[in-house]
Every structure is written in C-alpha cells, then in structure tokens.
C-alpha cells in the first residue's frame, strides 16, 4: 500500500471513544467531526465563508453518483478538480456511489462486474463499478476516497448479508487495485494536484465494513478489510432501516476490533441523538 497520505494521531481516548487530530494536505481536522453534506460539491443553503468563518468546518462530504450524473467527471477534471470547481479550499471526502446506486432499488441491475441502473435525472443507462468509481473519484479530486460497496438492507438475513459481503470485498479489492494504478499513472505523468488529483499518492483510500446486523459477518467484513489494506476504516450498512439499538450494538462490537492506529468513518449517521 505504501506511504498513507494522511496523518492520524489519537489525543485522547475513554474507553473506546476517541479524540483525535486528522491531517490532510489541505486541512487539520479535529475529530470527532461531522462532516457537513455537500451532495454537489456545496452545502446547500450555506456559503463556504459561513462554513469556515461560523463553523469553523475542516472537511464536507461530496456525492461522486451525483456528480458524476451533473455535471460529470470530465467537466470537473477539466476545471482542475472539485476544490477548484466549487471554491472550496479545506478537505473533501467523496463516497463512492454504492450507496446510491443501492437506494434506486428497481431502477439497478447488479451483476459481479458492477452495477447497471437507469438516471434519475433523465432516465439513461448507466453503468458503476469499482474501478469507475476510482476513476470519478480521482478526477473529482478528493482528499479521502471511498471503496466501492454493496449495501444490504438493514433487515438482511444471513444469507443476504453474507452474499453482500463478499461482493463488497470482492470489489474493496478491486477499489484498492484501480486506485492504486491511478495514484501512480498521476505521479508517472508529472502532473500538478490542480491538474490530476491522484497524484503522488495525495489521495487516501478509506475501506467499508459491511455485514448488516450479524456480528459474525461483520467481523469478518472488517478482517477481510484490513487484510487488503486501507488508510483509514469505515463501518457502512447502518441507518437504512434498522432499529436505533441494533446499530448501536454493531457499533458497540466492532469498535474495539478496528485498528487503533488508523482513522474510523460512522457512514451515514449524523443525527444530534447519534452523535
């Protein structure tokens, strides 16, 4: 995996709740950190000097399925990447559309290769998969990238959920692969960070932990995770529809499982009751 591009360290730590500082190439983010949603690459309602001035926000979320639909990868790549198209100048994390894809429900088709699914903006045939999602997300130009997954139901049997897994590590190690290839294509080219955002190894790449409720499963989500390696670990499948107390126990569970060395991302969750 080589060199991460981010730096982590914990200041303190209460049991398994932790404070820590997050260092990316364009901002130190204090963590825990709610990272505000920029669907399109803003907050809506907010402009990006209340964002810093009022809130004091180091990092906001970035849809690549959104984006990547309106206005497209090569429309922001051309523009030097989604810090300079939207202005935005501290970190960005963009997801990698799984989850997107996942909630059009009938409107996808998914195969192991990816997944085939109508837009909803105008009704074409789209097609997202592990290595189009890292090719979005490098032009997109983000801090922090996310995997590719596969997203169960929040009432998935075991059977289910097992399937999800494996498609979801199947594809983790494809993210990891394409990823790679495009951090070094980027730095074998000699291309600015303005330029090309996969650079130099600039872009971190976070994994996802699936397994729905079944603590088995997402045991073994998390080791199969780690093995492949990733610059930071992300606990995914929560908030889509099961009980408060079920996804507080996942939670409860797996934490103390994670590597206390690296980063952990709670996907999904932001309500003040949750945090």
């Not at 997801?95 to 909630?103: A, K, Y």
């Not at 998935?156 to 790679?180: N, Q, V």
Request: aromatic share 8%; net charge negative.
């Amino acid at each position: 995996m080589g060199k991460t591009p981010i730096d982590w360290q914990v200041v303190a730590q209460d049991g398994e709740a932790r404070a820590g500082l997050l260092q990316t190439r364009r901002a130190l983010i204090e963590t825990p950190v709610f990272m505000a949603v920029g669907t399109a690459g803003t907050v809506k309602g907010m402009r990006f000097e209340w964002l810093e001035a009022e809130l004091d926000a180091r990092i906001i979320l970035g849809n690549t399925y959104h984006l990547w639909l309106r206005p497209g990868a090569e429309v922001i790549r051309a523009c030097g990447g989604l810090h300079r198209f939207t202005g935005w100048e501290r970190a960005l994390l963009t997801d990698s559309g799984g989850f997107q894809v996942w909630s059009l429900g009938e409107l996808r088709k998914l195969t192991e290769e990816g997944v085939e699914f109508r837009s909803h903006l105008d009704g074409s045939t789209r097609f997202m998969s592990p290595e189009v999602s890292m090719e979005v997300q490098a032009a997109l130009g983000s801090d922090i990238v996310m995997a590719f997954d596969e997203c169960a139901r929040g009432e998935a049997t075991h059977e289910e959920a097992r399937a999800s897994l494996e498609l979801t590590a199947r594809w983790a190690a494809r993210s990891r692969a394409r990823f790679d290839e495009l951090q070094r294509e980027g730095a074998d080219a000699g291309r600015t960070v303005e330029q090309h955002a996969a650079v130099n190894g600039e872009q971190a790449l976070f994994g996802i932990v699936q397994g729905a409720a079944h603590h088995d499963l997402r045991r073994e989500s998390l080791a199969r995770t780690i093995e492949i390696g990733f610059d930071g670990f992300a606990i995914g499948g929560l908030s889509v529809g099961e009980e408060k107390s079920v996804m507080y126990e996942v939670i409860e569970r797996l934490a103390p499982r994670m590597p206390a060395e690296q980063p952990r991302y709670l996907m999904g969750v932001g309500t003040p009751e949750d945090l």
